[in-house]
């Protein structure tokens, strides 16, 4: 099963719309939210540079995809179920 990584931080404008659409997503599709000051080796590890970040995984971990900046919705699901 796909997972979405999702990089935020309580200071960043977008991030703060971004998190009532992943709540409103939460039933829909698995994530996780990650604070990048509170997790900075994962950010490095996935490379991310800019806020809000997500990283879509599949099954085995592997990165699939990666999206950068404020996301509607539907680009979310459509990014998730690829």
């Known amino acids: 099963m796909n997972r979405i990584l999702y990089f935020s931080a309580p200071w960043c404008q977008p991030c703060q719309t971004l998190g009532p659409i992943m709540e409103e997503l939460r039933g829909e599709i698995n994530y996780q939210k990650i604070d990048v000051d509170q997790n900075q080796d994962l950010s490095i ?6 806020i809000p970040t997500l990283v879509l995984l599949d099954e085995t971990g592997e990165v699939k995809g990666r999206k950068t900046g404020l996301q509607t919705k539907s680009d979310i699901l459509a990014f998730y179920h690829g």
């Open 45 to 50: 590890q996935y490379g991310v540079r800019n």
